[in-house]
């Protein structure tokens, strides 16, 4: 930006209220204007009533934001993206533009449901039937947020954090993902509408599974959702994130992150399951997902833990890290990642050794079926002062068919030589002895191709949360259904 | 055209360069000229330079050899021993006095490449540039633009070179900083056999700037062995760009021996062009002091039914740092392709660095590839045990090395050059009892 237009920003914000919302005088309007601008970001920022503070640091990361140019390493192609066609701030769904019944849900969607055998309560939810949550789960949800209270836990919308724990959120937030850390984050930091906020204190193990599930009302957090887990000293929580089910979602383009911080002792085990709306069979309309996932093993003993499924989305671009600071810190990455039709992932990790006796071990499974292309892209780094360093990687890739591909990609820099680092890959495709053994015992083709896809992702799906790993294993077989045959 | 500040006088070439008079070969020159001048030098903004900077080329200015600087008197030339025939480059310049080429069989063509520029021209160009074409490398362009010496290995249809032949690159011995830029074209037709022995080696003091290129066909059903050792000197700068092809049926072995060089950087444009093609293409690097070593490959499994296995291993000491970035690509359609790639790096130094990048990039369902890396120290429980039976801290670590890139230097299938290169792994060992033989006579 010229130093001309930059004075006419200045003055701008500070000539008066009313221009910082200029476009829109009704503060209570629920939705944006199309497109991106200062004032967009002045915009959700005093929606949400956020301090100034905060609205600085959207600010600058704005302002970033524009010079930044877009990522161009990975492997994913689309065509460019107008971020002038989106809204950036729409307020969550009243009831009543909401599906009066699961009669007026899309039958399709109902029978994935029905196969990953979701109880016909959730199944409204998820498909966002405007039903009276009487049932079970806010009842649930209310008992859970008693217990966590007892503990002194903080589980609530970041927004809400900003309220009850202006301090906490303060010091944590963007020191794992700096604001300018890419263009997509750099995004998110801009114009992050909501997410979750939890903090474990000092030595407390959570008592439970937390799970953005139980935030029901905070079910709309829109395309930027913003995540900042917080482990004190000694403390313990297992954070559960999206769900099995096909999520729909008008919004195209997701630029989501995900901050975790673990200090001395603690650890802290996060696991998605991403099944955002893939796209027609040409990929055409599916969400992109672009999310900056990042933890940080401050303390010493620290342990940070990532788990995905990833099924969903036209495009998945999305490489869940660690930074190893603490001595005797672990970092563990474990992949599963099914692309079919169309779909692109290029996803990875990234494990950065720092401290010494740090350990960490990367597990990735990549299925492509049909036309769809998918990356492991990792980076193991050795610092000089990671003495006594240990890495294990393996990742290992199957291909369904001979119109899809399936690439590795993997960067191992070390520069200490007390440190092991082991990296191995393999491709192949799903073995015709198998094959032929399952189908001759009867059992179909494609109950055969999931049979033996489960067990090349076992070591992954043992490490989901229980309740998770039913349905995930189902959604392994369901991710594939037409890719055989 | 673009300033080239590493080299006296830029691009324009005021001397003599071989196939000059020759039209395509102008075109040629002209061309390389132009798209460096388009490109400049890699630098890591690159992704296949990410690790690499050229930094000597930014801290000198380097002379394109003139005749005088080939005359200076050489000594003690490495040699596998029985040859068919040998050629000797001082500086990029032919010595005929060290070189021989008087008893080579039948249908076998080999030779400094000015000579066969003037004495074939149509066969040059027919061959010249033809399996080097890729559009974007720098390097590459740079020595279409310059190459001024390099030689030809054409084995004709059916002939089988039984032993090897051999081409000693000599560098160094000048008061200023020199550079030169061979072109070697190898040609091995189809069914035909050979084996070739490169040595590049430093000399004295001085700097220099090694920029090669080389261009191998290897026909249907032909079997060309490539075995390479790089003992630049401590000053030296040496970048080497090859291109092959193999046919049908046709095997291609390749090992580069990396000893030494300030900054070596080897990389490798391999297209498995024909069914039932074989590439073994390995190497082993031995750095220490600042040196800096990258081998980078790019293997292509363009069509069904090919193999390929790779081995690289390294030990590096003092600040020394290696790169090793393999790439193996396995086109669509390319079924039952067999890929194999292993790079394992030794550490014996807190300063020294490894990056290593093997790339798997596949677009058929029906294949085995695999690959692996590993970095880490010497094992210190067999350290442990080797001086538990009483064998000194240093033998030990030096028997241990050994053994690590023995394991790569086994897929030299030639059994005679396999023994003089495991020579050169033991003699760039730090030299104390350095021969287990010794230690067992000894004891």
Redesign the interface.
């Known amino acids: 930006m010229s130093a001309t237009a930059e004075t006419v920003e200045q003055v701008k914000s500070i000539s008066g209220e009313k221009y910082k919302y200029g476009f829109v005088t009704d503060i209570a309007a629920d939705k944006a204007p199309k497109g991106l601008s200062e004032d967009i970001v002045r915009f959700i920022s005093a929606k949400k009533r956020e301090p100034e503070w905060l609205l600085e640091w959207r600010l600058k990361a704005y302002r970033r934001w524009l010079e930044m140019p877009e990522p161009q390493w990975s492997k994913v192609q689309f065509p460019p993206i107008d971020y002038q066609q989106y809204h950036y701030y729409s307020a969550p769904k009243s009831d009543d533009d909401r599906p009066k019944s699961l009669d007026e849900v899309d039958p399709e969607l109902l029978a994935t449901y029905e196969k990953l055998g979701i109880p016909i309560k959730e199944q409204e939810v998820l498909a966002g039937v405007a039903v009276d949550y009487v049932f079970d789960s806010v009842s649930v949800a209310t008992t859970f947020k008693k217990k966590l209270e007892e503990v002194g836990v903080i589980f609530c919308p970041i927004s809400e954090a900003l309220e009850r724990c202006p301090d906490l959120v303060r010091k944590y937030l963007g020191t794992v993902v700096p604001v300018a850390d890419n263009k997509h984050a750099c995004l998110n930091s801009a114009v992050f509408t909501d997410g979750s906020f939890v903090y474990i204190p000092p030595g407390v193990k959570c008592p439970m599974e937390l799970s953005t599930y139980f935030r029901i009302n905070e079910m709309n957090t829109g395309q930027f959702e913003r995540t900042l887990i917080v482990a004190d000293k000694g403390s313990y929580v297992s954070y559960l994130e999206g769900c099995t089910a096909p999520m729909r979602d008008e919004n195209q383009l997701h630029a989501a992150v995900v901050e975790l911080v673990a200090l001395d002792d603690a650890e802290i085990k996060y696991s998605t399951v991403q099944n955002w709306y893939p796209g027609d069979e040409d990929g055409k309309g599916g969400i992109y997902n672009f999310v900056t996932k990042r933890g940080a093993c401050r303390g010493r003993n620290s342990k940070i833990s990532w788990t995905q499924v990833e099924t969903g989305s036209a495009i998945t671009w999305k490489y869940p890290s660690c930074i190893l600071q603490g001595d005797n810190s672990v970092g563990e990455f474990y992949s599963i990642a099914i692309t079919n039709n169309a779909q692109q992932a290029d996803t990875g990790t990234k494990m950065i050794h720092l401290g010494k006796n740090t350990t960490s071990r990367i597990i990735s499974k990549g299925i492509s079926a049909g036309k769809s292309d998918q990356t492991y892209r990792g980076l193991v780094k050795i610092s000089p002062k990671a003495e006594g360093a240990r890495n294990y990687t393996q990742c290992d890739s199957l291909l369904i068919g001979d119109k899809c591909g399936a690439h590795t990609v993997p960067y191992i820099e070390s520069k200490n030589k007390n440190a092991i680092v082991e990296h191995e890959a393999t491709t192949s495709t799903i073995s015709e002895d198998q094959l032929f053994y399952l189908r001759q015992r009867g059992i179909p083709e494609e109950a055969a191709v999931a049979l033996v896809v489960n067990g090349f992702c076992r070591e992954v799906l043992q490490q989901l949360p229980m309740e998770f790993a039913v349905e995930a294993q189902k959604l392994v077989g369901i991710s594939l259904e037409g890719s055989v045959g | 055209m673009t300033a080239v500040s590493f080299l006296e006088g830029g691009l324009d070439a005021n001397r003599a360069l071989p196939g000059d008079g020759l039209d395509w070969l102008k075109k040629r020159r002209d061309k390389g000229a132009e798209k460096f001048g388009a490109l400049g030098l890699p630098t890591p903004k690159l992704?296949s330079w990410k690790y690499t900077r050229l930094r000597p080329l930014d801290d000198n200015t380097y002379t394109p050899v003139l005749d005088g600087a080939g005359d200076a008197s050489v000594k003690d030339l490495p040699s596998v021993g029985d040859v068919a025939g040998r050629l000797v480059f001082v500086n990029g310049k032919l010595r005929e006095d060290l070189s021989d080429v008087s008893d080579l069989p039948e249908g076998v063509r080999f030779g400094p490449l000015d000579e066969i520029l003037k004495d074939d021209p149509a066969w040059a160009e027919a061959h010249l540039g033809v399996v080097a074409q890729d559009a974007d490398q720098a390097m590459l362009a740079l020595n279409d633009a310059m190459m001024d010496s390099g030689f030809v290995l054409h084995v004709q249809k059916g002939v089988v070179l039984r032993k090897p032949v051999e081409v000693v690159m000599v560098g160094g011995m000048t008061d200023q900083p020199v550079a030169y830029f061979p072109r070697n074209l190898i040609v091995i037709e189809p069914n035909a056999q050979a084996t070739l022995v490169k040595h590049h080696v430093g000399r004295g003091v001085g700097a220099y700037f090694a920029n090669a290129a080389t261009e191998i066909d290897v026909a249907d059903g032909a079997i060309f062995k490539n075995y390479k050792v790089q003992a630049e000197s401590m000053q030296a700068t040496h970048v080497s760009t090859t291109h092959a092809r193999v046919g049908r049926d046709a095997t291609f072995e390749s090992f580069n021996l990396s000893i030494g060089g300030l900054l070596s950087r080897s990389e490798a444009w391999i297209t498995l062009a024909g069914e039932g093609a074989h590439c073994g293409f390995n190497g082993a690097y031995m750095m220490r002091g600042n040196e800096h070593c990258d081998n980078t490959s790019y293997i292509d499994m363009a069509v069904p039914n090919t193999t390929c296995k790779q081995v690289y291993k390294g030990v590096l000491d003092d600040a020394a740092r290696a790169v090793f970035q393999g790439k193996i690509h396995v086109a669509?359609?390319a079924?039952k392709a067999d890929g194999r790639m292993l790079n394992k790096?030794l550490?014996?130094?807190?300063?020294?660095?490894?990056?290593?990048?093997?790339?798997?990039?596949?677009?058929?369902?029906?294949?085995?590839?695999?690959?692996?890396?590993?970095?880490?120290?010497l094992d210190q429980t067999a350290l442990f045990y080797l001086r538990s039976r009483g064998i000194p801290e240093a033998l030990a670590r030096n028997m241990l090395v050994q053994s690590f890139l023995g394991d790569a230097l086994d897929e030299i299938t030639d059994a005679h050059v396999r023994e003089v290169f495991m020579d050169r792994v033991v003699h760039w060992l730090p030299a104390h009892c350095y021969l287990a033989g010794e230690w067992k006579e000894s004891a």
């Open positions: 992704e669509r359609d079924q790096t550490l014996l130094s807190n300063e020294a660095e490894i990056d290593t990048k093997p790339e798997l990039e596949i677009y058929a369902d029906d294949v085995q590839c695999a690959h692996g890396a590993t970095t880490g120290q």
